[in-house]
């Protein structure tokens, strides 16, 4: 009885996870609007009797005034370039902390965590007025490097890093590895589960940026789809087949990026839960 409880209980949270995203994808093969906002409301909503793909072919453009594919690949060029970045930058910055001779490292530890409990919010102003002194306005540089480095994810590699044996890094160095050579041949491949939550952590901060990108961009040129997809609701007349085909395409990369990675994400964490 109890077994058949705890079942009941987690089919009913799986339904209520999973059901925003069928009725999302559902939706997206509706042939108009006007019948998503008819079945809206009822469990017709997670039903599509004549599903349809025009709804992509109609918003997956490079061209016109809410071109989602441009938008698309502008998210995924900013996600890949922030991911690959940010993972040399953190981890460099975590393997010199945990490992250089650093005077007030403690100190530096202090601070980064005090740079984290600062809102993202209240340095965006700032921010936006530096980037605009020097240049970059509307342009993907202004949307990856103010990112790449995070005192979250910094502090993350480094207690990964403090916890390799000293025995490795002193054999390397008796074998005349370089600083460099032995964060990249030595600490980096046995860094892989905390190198992969980094990646999902920071992807799924960056595909989700909404704040920065749309005070950041102006021109289709550059801006992001989460950006784009809200352009769908300044509107009077809301066009929900599109927006929902839209998010979708928005969703499905990401969710991609999460399969590729899961794998290491999981160890990581129960590897941590382990270690604490």
């Known amino acids: 009885m109890v077994d058949l409880v705890k079942l009941a209980s987690v089919i009913v949270i799986a339904l209520v996870v999973v059901s925003p995203l069928i009725l999302l994808a559902v939706a997206s093969l509706k042939p108009d609007r006007f019948q998503i906002l008819a079945d809206m409301g009822s469990f017709r909503a997670f039903w599509v009797s004549d599903p349809t793909l025009q709804n992509y072919r109609e918003v997956a453009t490079f061209d016109g005034p809410l071109p989602m594919a441009r938008y698309l690949l502008n998210s995924v060029v900013i996600l890949t370039v922030t991911v690959i970045g940010g993972?040399?930058?953190n981890s460099m910055a975590a393997f010199v902390l945990a490992w250089g001779r650093l005077p007030g490292r403690a100190l530096i530890l202090t601070l980064m965590i005090g740079l984290y409990i600062?809102?993202?919010e209240s340095i965006v102003l700032p921010l936006l007025n530096i980037v605009i002194k020097m240049g970059l306005a509307d342009t993907f540089t202004a949307q990856i490097l103010p990112w790449l480095a995070s005192p979250l994810y910094i502090f993350l590699l480094y207690q990964f890093f403090i916890q390799i044996p000293r025995e490795l890094y002193d054999a390397a160095v008796i074998d005349g590895a370089s600083p460099f050579r032995i964060y990249w041949s030595v600490f980096l491949p046995m860094s892989a589960?905390?190198?992969?939550?980094?990646?999902?952590?920071?992807?799924?901060?960056?595909?989700?940026?909404y704040l920065w990108p749309l005070m950041i961009t102006q021109s289709n040129w550059s801006r992001p789809i989460s950006v784009g997809i809200a352009s769908y609701f300044g509107s009077d007349s809301i066009y929900w087949n599109h927006a929902m085909a839209s998010s979708v395409l928005m969703m499905a990369p990401v969710l991609l990026f999460y399969i590729l990675f899961q794998r290491w994400f999981v160890s990581s964490l129960i590897s941590s839960a382990v270690k604490g």
């Open 87 to 89: 993972i040399l930058v």
């Open 118 to 120: 600062v809102p993202q």
């Open 193 to 209: 589960p905390a190198l992969a939550t980094v990646a999902i952590l920071l992807g799924i901060e960056t595909w989700n940026q």
